[in-house]
C-alpha cells in the first residue's frame, strides 16, 4: 500500500479563519512533507519532517504552522492566512530522508481557496 | 547546486504517435532523477527513477527513460500516445547530498485523437 491520504479534499476560509490540514500515511515512512502548487507550476517545498523533527522550514511564514504528532500523521495550521496563499496543498512520505533518494509517494493534495 | 530544465512547456502529440518529453539537469555529483505525472486536480505519481545501474529505467503505463550522463539528460518517452497520458508531467533531481527534490517547471502532455 502506497497510499498517502489527506484531507479535506477542498477548504474555503476566511482570512481569520483558523482551519487545519491533514496528513496521514501508514507505509511506515520516517520522512514526511509539506508542499505548495500553484496553478501551472511545479511543487514548492514548504516543511520536511524527519522522525518527527522538523528537518527543513523554507522560510515559510508564521500564518504556516506544521505538527507531526506521531510518525504517520502531519498536519498544517493554518491561521490568518492572505488570498495569495491560495493553493493545491501536497503532502508526500518517504521511507527516509537520507540524501533525497528515497521515492517521495505523494497525496492527492488539498484545494485551499483564501476569501 | 542542483537544477531541472524541461524544455517545451507544452507538447501534443496524436493518439498512438511516440512521446518525448525532454529534461536536462545539472548536478554536481552524480543525480538521482524522477520523473512525476499530475492528473488535474491530483497529486504527483511517480512514474520512474533512476538512481544507479541500468540507464535505461523502465516505468509505469509504458514509460521509459534514458539517463545519458554525456548529455546531462533524462528524456521521457513512450512508444504510442493514449488519451489517458493527457496530464503534466515533472522532472524531478536529487543530487544525493541534498535534502530535497528540485524539480523541473513542468511539461503540460496534450493526446490529440
Known amino acids: 500500500d502506497t497510499e498517502v491520504t489527506q484531507t479535506p479534499k477542498h477548504l474555503v476560509m476566511g482570512m481569520t479563519n483558523k482551519k487545519s490540514l491533514k496528513c496521514e500515511q501508514h507505509m511506515g515512512h520516517r520522512a514526511m512533507y509539506w508542499y505548495k502548487q500553484k496553478a501551472k507550476k511545479p511543487p514548492e517545498l514548504m516543511f520536511v519532517y524527519s522522525y518527527e523533527k522538523l528537518s527543513i522550514n523554507e522560510s515559510v511564514p508564521s500564518r504556516f504552522s506544521p505538527e507531526c504528532p506521531n510518525s504517520s500523521l502531519l498536519n498544517l495550521h493554518l491561521h490568518a492566512l492572505q488570498p495569495e496563499d491560495s493553493a493545491l496543498y501536497l503532502c508526500?512520505?518517504?521511507?527516509?530522508?537520507?540524501?533525497?533518494?528515497?521515492?517521495?509517494?505523494f497525496g492527492p493534495g488539498t484545494r485551499l481557496l483564501v476569501l | 547546486a542542483q537544477s531541472v530544465t524541461q524544455l517545451g512547456s507544452h507538447v501534443s502529440v496524436s493518439e498512438g504517435a511516440l512521446v518525448l518529453l525532454r529534461c536536462n539537469y545539472s548536478?554536481?555529483?552524480?543525480?538521482?532523477l524522477f520523473w512525476y505525472v499530475q492528473y488535474p486536480n491530483q497529486g504527483l505519481q511517480l512514474l520512474l527513477k533512476y538512481t544507479t545501474g541500468a540507464t535505461l529505467v523502465k516505468g509505469i503505463n509504458g514509460f521509459e527513460a534514458e539517463f545519458k550522463k554525456s548529455e546531462t539528460s533524462f528524456h521521457l518517452t513512450k512508444p504510442s500516445a493514449h488519451m489517458s497520458d493527457a496530464a503534466e508531467y515533472f522532472c524531478a533531481v536529487s543530487d544525493g547530498s541534498a535534502r530535497q527534490l528540485t524539480f523541473g517547471s513542468g511539461t503540460q502532455l496534450t493526446v490529440l485523437p
Open positions: 508526500a512520505s518517504s521511507q527516509d530522508q537520507l540524501g533525497a533518494r528515497e521515492t517521495q509517494y
Open positions: 548536478s554536481s555529483v552524480p543525480p538521482y
